[in-house]
């Protein structure tokens, strides 16, 4: 299937959903091939595109206590029963990642709240996402606005408003905005090391006109994503939204920064080449052949590293 489409299935947390759902309902999930499963994604898949016809599936289901959708969400991941499984599919079934989550409405705006992923998180990995986006934030690096969403049983719940959603001034529809990864733009598989930063730097420069403020902010992520430790820096993590008003692409604000460690020990994509320790030679490398000069990168890249030290020190 063409990436753009493929963009639209949910994957891992959706997937074990949807599976379970099927099965509940005495539909076997290896019947269902990919279009199946596009009719199920519909019109609540994330970005713009929807699907028909399209497969209801799942109830409603009412209230938001965090603390119990976390419990229900460790539930499913222990193979255990929950009663509420149509409404967590409901909630978060068509969206992407590996992290229970779900979308919902909060005063009028759309938001992603995550929940922890099992034995791979601690009881502060909501905690920390959110100060790495605040960190983020001040290293210059465009964010969708983040909340830490409170809990009886954790330090919190990290959510964050989202950026595929927009709500007009006196407007009484949410306007969808067009979104593509860089994993459906080239066609690349996410769960492979098969990215470059040369490379997400190129596709920004083609895809945004060569937009200066899309080209640093791509630059920053990079040295926040190896300063920071986050080596989850797959294709799926690099959005890029369509301005239907300017009839153009602009990177989107970035998203699933926290520290992070591969299964291999590597950054997913890769920084000039090297994976294992990337480090400031790698990062300048890779901004002045992008064209960003190197005194701006020399200057970006210090800031970046200091800032990360200082805030998230404590976790490196």
């Given amino acids: 299937m063409f990436g753009v489409f493929a963009d639209s299935l949910p994957d891992a947390w959706g997937n074990i959903l949807l599976n379970r759902l099927l099965k509940k309902n005495g539909v076997n999930p290896d019947q269902m091939d990919i279009l199946d499963r596009l009719s199920i994604v519909g019109s609540s898949g994330m970005g713009a ?3 028909q016809p399209e497969i209801p599936l ?3 289901g009412s209230g ?5 959708l976390a419990e229900q969400c460790q539930n499913i991941l222990q193979t255990e029963y929950t009663e509420e499984l149509d409404r967590l599919y409901r909630l978060g079934g068509t969206s992407g990642g590996a992290r229970p989550k779900i979308l919902t409405q909060i005063d009028g705006e759309d938001w992603i709240i995550k929940f922890l992923a ?6 502060e990995s909501g ?8 960190c983020a934030a001040a290293c210059g690096i465009r964010m969708s606005e983040t909340r830490l969403f409170p809990s009886q049983k954790c330090k919190g719940y990290f959510g964050t408003k989202r950026f595929d959603r927009v709500h007009r001034e006196g407007a009484d529809n949410t306007e969808k905005v067009h979104m593509l990864t860089a994993a459906a733009l080239l066609e690349l598989d996410f769960e492979q090391p098969s990215l470059d930063y040369h490379s997400l730097m190129k596709l920004t420069k083609i895809l945004t006109g060569n937009h200066q403020e899309d080209m640093r902010s791509m630059f920053r992520r990079m040295c926040f994503n190896v300063f920071a430790h986050n080596r989850d820096d797959h294709s799926k993590n690099f959005s890029f939204l369509y301005d239907q008003e300017k009839d153009c692409w602009r990177l989107s604000p970035a998203y699933d920064l926290t520290y992070s460690t591969t299964y291999y020990g590597e950054h997913t994509t890769t920084v000039d080449g090297e994976g294992a320790s990337p480090g400031r030679k790698d990062l300048l490398a890779v901004g002045i052949a992008a ?4 005194r701006y990168c020399e200057e970006a890249a210090d800031e970046i590293q200091e800032t990360v030290r200082e805030r998230l020190g404590k976790y490196l």
């Avoid at 099992?118 to 009881?123: A, L, R």
């Avoid at 064209?291 to 190197?294: A, D, S, V």
């Fill in 49 to 51: 595109l929807a699907y």
């Fill in 58 to 60: 799942g109830e409603e």
């Fill in 64 to 68: 938001l206590d965090l603390d119990y």
């Fill in 118 to 123: 099992g034995h791979i998180d601690g009881e």
């Fill in 127 to 134: 905690f920390m996402e959110y100060e790495y986006a605040e």
């Fill in 291 to 294: 064209g960003l000069g190197k």
